[in-house]
């Protein structure tokens, strides 16, 4: 396989492609038939799906750098430049992305209903911003994708969405533009500081790199990056858009949301806030904050999902626990939470994804998403039951699973570094099964009591080719996460590594007396690369 | 059923391991297999169920029910169950059977690890996916598979008529698979995987009449308070992580002792360890969920609730023994949470009529006797206990389940609406069903610890335990363990009562069910009974494996005609040993006399006289009380048997307590917290913005002539601000 | 000679804005635009005796752009026209909040 791709020159085009296929085919889709969109979109995907496997084995496993990496100049004057590349880190968030919109595209088919082609290309669209997300190695590329993606869902939201879709896509994107506007500023200062110290202007996340921040410098930019990507996480308390975005979203629009676009968040947090300003990332309040917001997200939502009435309100509420043990293991900072902390994002957006087309398919069918409404299901829908419960139990963390790895070693990396902590977000596992339970048990269970739940049709031929490969994921996962872990660990070292050895030199340099060090060390004491002489 | 007095003769006649020859090796024999043929049963049987479904729900989908022996179902949907379900247990009860006789022939010290693959691997922390084959996971993999699959042939009749045949077995299965992994699995967490996983069965199986909402809640709520546990578990292995960097079990007990004796650490682990056996084990005060695991069908009461999911508790603890013999805080905790759960739980069955709660009650209260028996340092008699325990708790349960079968269809076949499983409403069943009767007497009397019967023998080994632990030299709270020995002696002495009663209840005086539902009456067939005989050999002959070597001697062992002495005890000693020397080196050694002075053979016999009168007189007392059936039955229980009657009330104090606040709070959260404090904040930040527009928005008249005024203004301004 | 011309162009504009800023029929505040760009074109013109051509070429691209407008402008003067019946721009508040 892998003299076959060399022989392709694949990782020569391959991230390319995977942009700008995607954009290709909004343009086929928006020409195409309204009756074709959907196959057409679909056959896309996959197409897109198919060509991103090929990573898998194009990527190198020992190595802790970008790979794949080229660049092209864009607007040279500023430093801009159309570069990408993917490490350990971004390789399973592609994967994810191209996996989970192919079967989100398939699973719309009967859910959108009005301006299909609009729909399907705004799809293919979003997907193309998304994996450009993931592969821009330049700062300013990447904001540019990071903001391309909020014009793709605002319209999912807005046009397809429930009856409150007007006011949940303005919150939608007023919470996250927020955010990200802060990142923007935080971005030109490095732009600003980057010339001032190396001399050119660059946007590139290798150069920015190079550039010696102080202590004070880099909790104000961890600051502002930090919420831009706190608001996407979500992170407790800035997590409010996300229950009203995904009640209103269509159903591929809240499987795309919380199986790709929540990631973005954490991405970045390990692509931009821990490398580029590790002594404010290490500094005692800040880790502790975002271990205790981490925390927070965890009890807090699980018990505020326990009591929705409607259920796709609960899965979204889920989705804040579970992001709280990916924000957890990261703020870790070592090799057990982090890795655990990208296995339970690449879980979650396989469970959480699947849990969010079942309830579309039992949208569907029964046009209600009220828990109560609902009962004895399983009677009449055992596959569908079957699919459901085994989405509920990889969510909820059962071992055997997906959920539990990434759980497991977040928790594990977590106790490693901040016991207390660890301690109270484990009795999330407890609250896991306090709102997942009773909401399987009221809509699969229970008495078949109303003639609407009795003729309740099981999953059609399209619905399990959707959910056998999610389920099928979910399990494989859980038994076998070796390959991913071994892809994802050189890169998650390189980013413990930096952190720590800037830790080790801002530990020696304040505690050093003397002042030999000269200029290589900053009034508080920050050490300055070789990039500013 | 064969088979498993084959398993019996085998272990019996070829003598204990100790004897075997020494450098031989010890080569697993398919090991994978075991393990892996449950899971291929639990597909096929799944496929099969699924299958089933799709017709089954055509049927509830036109109003009706559907019926399994009907037109309509495909004969593949009840015979390939039948045969899948008990046969996969066969195959994986025989390759243990290899197993056991090979490692028989060997003396193996250290355990043999089988290697699959890196099961998760970040760098700094490794777990594999193996399976680790010794002493004990052999003995577990025998009670497992085969008390499994004697219950899977009983579940055969039993549940022959359920609509959900198929899914039952499949269930059955994935459980059987989940509890091997657990006992077989080579790290803790390997084995927490198992331990989730029949946590998993068990709720799909004690819900498993989901239409049913009280069923369904008593599946939910037995998770959740296992989740709980497993909340100490997931601690204890972050701990170990912590302390060893790994979670496998041969390096952690290897480094064990490089921790302090009585250290904070090791206690802290050992702590976290019995919450979670706390939980699974069903002992205080988590024990709630149990009695209402009733709710399933009666064989997975008797498999998952009675013989090997309710022990794992007992296994972890007794695996982890060189981890709690360094930490006499958690040893003492562990033994006097078992023996209050064993006083309190015997008292609670003193006064149930219904015949499984009974039975529920008293396996909560022998699970206490198993977790003194690990906790005063005598790993192999919890271990001994939990064996018999196995035989004649299944072999009470598939009987109720016998009684509950024939009774519920007599009722059925009048269309009476009566409780089945209400002791009340039977009484003299003996006439109607003698083989049930006598098994279960043996058992009766097996539970009751009377001589020979196999729970004489690994009860009254904890109780003789405790005390001599209690008076070893450096016994860290010596008159603590007085107090757990006098506790065990008296919740002997309660079994006896409740077990007779209920026997008598059930099967003795007349009969209460009714006169025409008494012709419909009649004994199980032959796939329930023929695992009832087989259990109750079990029950009666089990306990000759491992006789004190005190009493071996004496007219209780047989004068030492028998060869066994001990066995189960030598063939633990590899994996007890480095226990032990911990417990001698700190503790000294154990006494040879009880508290108040006898020794073993007198307490012994003591013992088993008092228990014996305790039936005697029981089944006089009892036999003349005059009981009418439920519909009768007008009594108001008053003081303390409505106390007991209740349960203590301890449902209603954690929902009270506990249950309701979190509920409350969760509403609190939901209606103040997010959607006022949060969400209000932001729609507040989004009210100011929109305000602020409005009101600048008024400059706005839409008149082109203001717009042209302003404009001309602003530009006079700017030219005359240029200009000076 | 600069000066006069100055002081037409000065005059013009300020009939021009006044105009703008006390009619309300919107076609005489057009041509009063109208004026004031013409006033401003003859200043151009001026300058252009005494600094060169550039002037006047400007004055090209003005009156280009004027001609535009006047197309665009009475083109929409019309269709309101059509619409409301009068040119009175009082009448036309619909940008109002």
């Known amino acids: 396989m892998t003299a076959l791709l060399e022989s392709l020159g694949y990782s020569g085009w391959a991230l390319h492609a995977l942009i700008w296929l995607p954009v290709l085919g909004v343009g086929l889709v928006l020409w195409a038939d309204e009756a074709q969109a959907k196959i057409l979109a679909f056959w896309w995907s996959i197409g897109v799906f198919v060509l991103s496997l090929g990573l898998w084995w194009a990527f190198d496993p020992t190595r802790a750098d970008m790979q794949m990496v080229s660049t092209t100049p864009w607007i040279e004057a500023w430093g801009v430049s159309y570069s990408l590349g993917i490490d350990g880190i971004s390789l399973f968030m592609v994967m994810l992305t191209t996996f989970t919109t192919s079967l989100a595209i398939l699973g719309s088919f009967n859910y959108i209903q009005k301006r299909e082609r609009a729909f399907y290309a705004l799809m293919l669209l979003l997907e193309a911003a998304v994996i450009g997300v993931f592969v821009a190695t330049d700062v300013f590329l990447f904001y540019v994708f990071f903001e391309l993606t909020l014009v793709p869902m605002y319209f999912i939201v807005g046009i397809w969405g429930g009856e409150r879709r007007i006011y949940a896509a303005i919150k939608f994107f007023l919470y996250t533009a927020f955010g990200s506007l802060l990142m923007l500023v935080g971005i030109l200062y490095l732009f600003a500081k980057a010339k001032l110290v190396l001399g050119l202007p660059t946007f590139a996340y290798a150069d920015l790199l190079q550039v010696p921040l102080s202590g004070t410098e880099q909790l104000w930019l961890f600051t502002a990056f930090a919420l831009a990507f706190s608001v996407k996480v979500p992170l407790f308390p800035l997590h409010t858009w996300l229950p009203d975005a995904h009640v209103e979203a269509p159903t591929p629009g809240s499987v795309i949301l919380a199986a790709v676009l929540l990631k973005m968040g954490t991405y970045g947090f390990l692509r931009f806030l821990l490398p580029l300003f590790p002594v404010a990332a290490q500094h005692p309040t800040v880790v502790t904050t975002m271990l205790v917001l981490g925390v927070i997200g965890i009890l807090y939502t699980a018990w505020v999902a326990a009591v929705q009435p409607d259920a796709k309100k609960l899965v979204a509420y889920t989705s804040v626990a579970h992001m709280g043990f990916v924000v957890l293991g990261i703020f870790a900072l070592n090799v057990n939470g982090i890795q655990g902390g990208l296995i339970v994002m690449i879980s979650h957006g396989i469970s959480t994804g699947a849990l969010f087309l079942l309830l579309g398919m039992l949208y569907e069918r029964r046009h209600t998403r009220t828990i109560a409404e609902f009962g004895g299901i399983a009677r009449v829908a055992p596959w569908f039951a079957t699919a459901f419960v085994i989405t509920a139990l990889a969510s909820i963390g059962l071992p055997g699973t997906s959920g539990f790895v990434g759980e497991f070693l977040a928790l594990l990396g977590t106790f490693e570094s901040h016991p207390t902590i660890a301690f109270i977000a484990t009795l999330g596992v407890i609250f896991a099964a306090y709102y997942m339970l009773p909401m399987v048990q009221t809509v699969f269970f229970n008495k078949l009591e109303t003639d609407e739940n009795r003729q309740i049709k099981d999953l059609s031929s399209r619905e399990m080719v959707i959910l056998a490969p999610l389920c099928a994921l979910m399990i494989l996962i859980g038994w076998h996460p070796t390959p991913l872990l071994e892809r994802m660990e050189p890169s998650v070292r390189a980013v413990i590594e930096r952190v720590e050895a800037a830790g080790a030199a801002d530990a020696q340099a304040s505690f050093d007396p003397t002042p030999d060090a000269g200029p290589d060390v900053e009034d508080d004491g920050i050490q300055v690369t070789d990039g500013d002489e | 059923m064969v088979s498993g007095v084959f398993a019996s003769l085998i272990a019996l006649t070829q003598g204990g391991g100790q004897a075997a020859a020494e450098g031989a090796h010890f080569e697993p024999f398919l090991p994978g297999l075991v393990v892996l043929l449950p899971l291929l049963g639990f597909l096929a049987n799944g496929i099969l169920a699924l299958r089933h479904g799709r017709a089954s729900a055509d049927a509830v989908r036109a109003g009706g029910e559907f019926n399994l022996g009907g037109p309509d179902s495909r004969p593949s949907t009840h015979t390939l169950p039948t045969w899948i379900g008990p046969g996969v247990m066969a195959g994986a009860f025989l390759i243990t059977l290899v197993n056991f006789g090979r490692m028989l022939g060997v003396h193996l010290e250290a355990p043999v690890v089988v290697h699959y693959w890196t099961w998760m691997a970040t760098g700094t922390f490794t777990v594999d996916a193996a399976l680790q084959l010794d002493q004990l996971s052999m003995i577990m993999m025998m009670i497992i598979t085969g008390v499994g699959f004697l219950i899977h042939v009983f579940s055969v009749g039993y549940m022959k008529e359920d609509p959900g045949y198929p899914r039952y077995f499949a269930y059955l299965n994935l459980f059987v698979f989940f509890m091997l992994v657990l006992v077989m699995g080579s790290s803790y967490a390997l084995m927490f995987v198992g331990w989730e996983g029949v946590g998993l069965c068990s709720y799909l199986l004690i819900g498993f009449w989901f239409a049913d909402r009280e069923k369904a809640d008593a599946g939910k709520k037995a998770f959740i308070v296992n989740r709980i546990g497993d909340v100490g578990f997931l601690i204890a292995m972050f701990l170990l992580y912590k302390a060893f960097h790994t979670v496998d079990f041969v390096p952690v007990f290897a480094e064990a002792e490089t921790l302090a004796y009585g250290g904070a650490l090791v206690t802290a682990i050992t702590l976290f360890f019995f919450l979670g056996a706390v939980g699974k084990s069903a002992q205080m005060p988590l024990y709630v969920w149990l009695p209402d695991a009733m709710a399933g069908p009666t064989p997975v009461s008797a498999l998952i609730h009675a013989a090997t999911m309710v022990t794992a508790g007992v296994y972890l603890v007794a695996r982890s023994s060189v981890l709690f013999a360094l930490s006499p805080v958690a040893s003492a905790t562990v033994a006097g949470v078992g023996a209050l759960t064993a006083l309190f739980a015997a008292t609670i069955a003193l006064k149930q009529n219904d015949i499984k709660k009974v039975l529920a009650y008293s396996t909560v209260s022998q699970l206490g006797y198993m977790f003194v028996g690990v906790g005063v340092g005598a790993y192999a008699a919890g271990v001994f206990h939990l064996m018999t325990h196995a035989f004649f708790k299944a072999l009470l349960f598939l009987g109720s389940g016998a009684v509950i079968h024939a009774m519920h269809h007599a009722y059925h076949s009048t269309h009476r609406h009566e409780d089945a499983q209400d002791m009340r409403n039977m009484g003299g069943l003996k006439a109607y069903m003698p083989i049930t009767w006598a098994t279960m007497w043996v058992a009766t009397l097996a539970i009751a610890g009377i001589w020979p019967f196999a729970g004489f023998f690994s009860k009254d080994e904890i109780i003789w335990q405790t005390a001599a632990f209690g008076g070893a030299a450096g016994a860290p709270f010596p008159t603590l363990y007085t107090i757990y020995w006098i506790i065990a002696l008296a919740a002997a002495m309660l079994t006896a009562f409740y077990m007779t009663r209920m026997m008598v209840m059930t099967f003795h005086g007349t009969n209460r069910t009714g006169e025409a539902e008494a012709k419909q009456l009649h004994e199980a067939p032959a796939t329930m009974w023929i695992p009832l005989a087989v259990l109750a050999a079990l029950s009666a002959f089990g306990g000759w494996i491992n006789v004190p070597e005190a009493i071996q001697n004496s007219f209780l062992g047989g004068m030492g005609a028998f060869p066994m002495s001990e066995w189960l005890h030598h063939w633990l000693e590899p994996l007890t040993a480095q226990a032990h020397h911990i417990q001698e080196v700190n503790l000294g050694e154990l006494s040879h006399s009880a508290p108040f002075g006898g020794g073993e053979v007198l307490w012994a016999v003591l013992s088993t006289v008092a228990a014996g009168v305790v039936v005697l007189l029981t089944i006089r007392t009892v036999g003349r009380q005059k009981i009418v059936s439920v519909a009768e039955d007008t009594t108001e229980l008053t003081g303390i048997s409505a106390l007991l009657y209740n349960k203590y009330y301890v449902d209603e104090i954690y929902d009270r307590f506990i249950v309701q606040p979190i509920i409350e709070a969760s509403r609190f959260c939901w209606r103040v917290v997010d959607a006022r404090i949060i969400d209000g904040t932001v729609n507040a930040v989004g009210l100011v913005s929109k305000g602020i527009g409005w009101g600048i928005s008024m400059f706005q008249t839409g008149s082109v002539n203001t717009y042209a005024f302003i404009l001309t203004v602003g530009v006079l301004v700017i030219l005359g601000a240029s200009l000076f | ?97």
């Open chain 3, 1 to 97: 000679m600069i000066t006069e011309a100055l002081v037409l162009s000065a005059i013009l504009f300020v009939i021009g804005t006044f105009g703008f800023l006390v009619r309300r029929n919107a076609i005489i505040m057009f041509l009063c635009v109208e004026l004031q760009l013409n006033a401003v074109n003859l200043s151009f013109v001026a300058f252009s005796r005494m600094w060169g051509i550039d002037g006047q070429i400007f004055v090209f691209f003005v009156m280009t752009v004027a001609a535009a407008e006047a197309a665009v402008g009475l083109a929409i003067i019309i269709s309101i026209f059509r619409h409301y019946e009068t040119v009175n721009v009082d009448s036309f508040n619909l940008l109002k909040w």
